[in-house]
């Protein structure tokens, strides 16, 4: 059986742990949804970094990434033939 002490150190690196995975992430843009068409990239602040995330999705279907607009921590782009 495992001792109190063991248990509530196991509920608190379950609690922690997820929190941890969170910020290891943060600030690293990521695809959130993309078409041959559009690319949607998650991003904190940094657009330049952004724009690489879209660059290597458009460039699967041939294409570049052309700026469309943001909102909150999203921005979006419009993949197009070169």
Same mark, same amino acid.
């Given at each position: 059986m495992i001792s109190a002490r063991?248990? @509530?150190l196991i509920v608190r690196l379950?609690?922690?742990a997820p #929190?941890?995975?969170? $910020?290891?992430?943060?600030?690293q843009p990521f @695809?959130?949804?993309?078409t041959p068409d559009s690319?949607?990239? #998650?991003?904190?602040? $940094?657009l330049a970094a952004a724009t690489e995330v879209a660059k290597e999705?458009?460039?699967r279907y041939e294409k570049v990434p052309r700026y469309l607009d943001s909102a909150e921590?999203?921005?979006?782009?419009?993949c197009e033939k070169r």
């Open positions: 063991c248990s @509530l379950s609690l922690i #929190g941890c995975l969170l $910020d290891s992430c943060a600030g @695809l959130s949804a993309g690319a949607e990239v #998650g991003y904190s602040g $940094d999705h458009c460039a921590d999203i921005a979006f782009f419009a």
